[in-house]
């Protein structure tokens, strides 16, 4: 049966290296560089394709466009990561509190900078490449906001956390980014990383807007214990949230959203909750608990 089975990952393999050769699309993980991948299905002209060693979910040529998504203003971005930062805190504000140093890569309007400032962190950076929301996160937190994408950033400090929240998905060399993360933070120094995670099985129809080729990947189940062991980190957490607990959460709903209609019916649920419950519950049978929101903490390994 094993003999069968590994036969069958290499054919596929081999078949599937083919094709994308022939589309003109990358042939290996961007991850770990394994040819064994597996496709998903197709969403704005990209294949989401799977790894079969790392786990990884990516996009198919995988870059990221630039895309006009009708962009929150920052003073309705602040808004929603108020109502964002007050959901998930919960679950970080231990490894947080008291700290010596935080930097947040993505820090958008800077609202969880504030919130580690209130906890008691002395030091605090903020990495946004957006001009207007670091320009905002700079009157709003006092902090050291800088203007930068973190691969191209020249910071030299070390640091006692750094928090990555719903930024991940974004980034186009993860190998990079753990280099520069493990240079940059102190010893035992932890990384906390919020995002979305797709368990095996998931299909096109678990989700209403993919956000491809803004999101040019998503963690598989396994992809956080591939991180840990090719990066010289520790799994400290790994937290998973069913994702409809967090589509159906009064903050979520309460936030305001780039899409009007959409803005309008969340406007509308927030204030029924046995709707709300009926649809969370129609939602986890429709789609088979197959997306979850994931809080993970690393530490720098010795």
Known sequence: MLILKATYIIVSGFFI????????????????NSNQLKFNFIENGHHLVSCLNCD??????????????????????NQSEELAVKYYLPFISKYISNQDSVL??????????????????????????????AAFAKKNTECNIIESEINDSEIKEKFSV??????????????????KINEMLNENGKL????????NGFGK?????WQIPEHIQF?????????????????????????????????????????RNINFMKSILASLPIAVKLLKSFYNLKTGNK????????????
């Open 219 to 259: 963690l598989g189940e396994h992809t956080p214990e591939y991180f840990a062991k090719s990066f010289n980190l520790k799994l400290v957490e790994k937290i998973l949230i069913p994702l409809s607990e967090d589509l159906f959460s009064i903050e979520y709903l309460k936030s305001q959203g780039r899409y």
């Open 162 to 179: 750094i928090t990555l929240i719903n930024v991940i998905s974004h980034l186009p060399d993860l190998n990079a980014f753990f280099i």
């Open 17 to 32: 290296e083919v094709i994308l050769l022939l589309m003109n699309k990358e042939t290996h993980c961007p991850l770990c």
């Open 192 to 199: 906390i990383i919020k995002t979305g995670l797709m368990k």
């Open 56 to 77: 990884l979910h990516f996009i198919n040529p995988y870059k990221q466009n630039e895309i006009n998504r009708n962009p929150l203003s920052s003073e309705r971005q």
């Open 104 to 133: 947040d890569i993505g820090c958008g309007c800077g609202v969880l900078l504030k919130k580690c400032k209130e906890l008691g962190v002395r030091n605090l950076t903020g990495l946004e490449n957006d001009k207007d929301r």
């Open 205 to 209: 129809k678990n989700w209403y807007d």
């Open 291 to 302: 997306l979850f929101t994931t809080i993970l903490v690393f530490e720098k390994a010795k």
